[in-house]
């Protein structure tokens, strides 16, 4: 049985399947075993056929290309990473795009060098990391698939200077005053946001997309899929933050919507990107964005010697080696929840003395503790 270009299934009386290349050299035709079907599907012979043929300097046939190990990365990948959307529209425009039809043999260093250098130049070098490392991580399947022997970019990300990694721009704790001030002339849903994702230390697009299901009593519990980490998150809800979730159910355009902070349109949650767009709109644009309430509330942590362990598990933070984590399982939500208390006190004092805490039911306390 052939299929074109010399590639032929041998079928022995027997039932054995084996492919084989037929190929005329020298005026001799001669059949080069390649291996037995189903081990090797007609894709992976094809494959062999076509490096075979390369070999012998004749007319190789199509065979496998980029976007077939593309597709791989898709199956293995969706579901498990948080960034997996993300990542694939990176890729999609910076890789697969300009060289997915391309022959994945043909695939080389220099080529995707060439193909990337853009990024480089515009100096998008964190981008440009991940997407050497994305496409490492397809080719590597590929390999693995018996699309191609090696992987020729394994390497590539040396010949680029590493990215220089700047910390999210943020405040000292102690200046918290300050920007509560700035934060007043905020619309009164923004400040209510701005003071539960402060208050709970969450990311910002995880405070965004809190659904109201996810609380019980006085514990949030984000499920592993909504968190960064893919672990599930346990959050103490102070007084304070059960206060700022009755003022956004009494401001929220959709009261009865599935989310605490809803968006404009029925059935979406607030955009991730709110409050940091409102932050760029301040005088406080370059100083404090919207992730930069996580590095206040740790400063504060460990300014105040709340135990590494603990002030690590209210940012939601791996510590720790494998070894450690697979006998120590506590997530210490019961001592979170004095730090997180202490923590809420300080924040209503200071926002109370912007004048933010007008109709919230918190005990009155005279001036910002700033002790």
Sequence with gaps: MTDGHGLTLKVQPTGTKSWVLRVSTQGRVSDIFLGHWPEISLMQARQAARRKRKEL???????????????????????????????????????????????????????????????????????????LMRTREVLDLAVCAGYITHNPVERVSRIFAPPVVTPMPSVHWKELPHVMHVMAEAPRRMQVLFLFQLATMLRPGEAASIRKEWIEGDTLIIPASSMKKGREHRVPLTPFVLALIE????????????????????????????????????????????????????????????????????????????VSRAYQRSDFLEARRAVMAAWSAHIADCARSAGMLAGFPWPERDSCDEA
């Design 57 to 131: 300097g004749q007319e190789p046939p199509r065979g496998f290309v980029l976007r077939d190990a593309w597709r791989l990365w898709k199956d293995l990948k969706r579901g498990r990473i948080v960034s997996y959307q993300d990542e694939k529209r990176r890729m999609e425009r910076y890789i697969i795009d300009p060289l997915g039809s391309r022959q994945i043999d043909e695939i080389s260093a220099p080529l995707v060098i060439h193909t990337v250098r853009s990024l480089d130049r515009a100096g998008k070098r964190a981008t440009l990391k991940r997407v």
């Design 247 to 322: 003022e956004e159910k009494r401001l929220s355009p959709h009261p009865r919507a599935a989310y605490v902070f809803s968006g404009r349109k029925a059935g979406t949650h607030v955009s991730a990107q709110a409050l940091a767009k409102h932050l760029h709109g301040t005088e406080l644009k370059g100083k404090l964005v919207a992730h930069g309430l996580r590095s206040i509330a740790r400063s504060w942590a460990a300014d105040k010697s709340v135990p590494f362990e603990v002030a690590e598990a209210c940012l939601s933070h791996v510590v720790g080696s494998q």
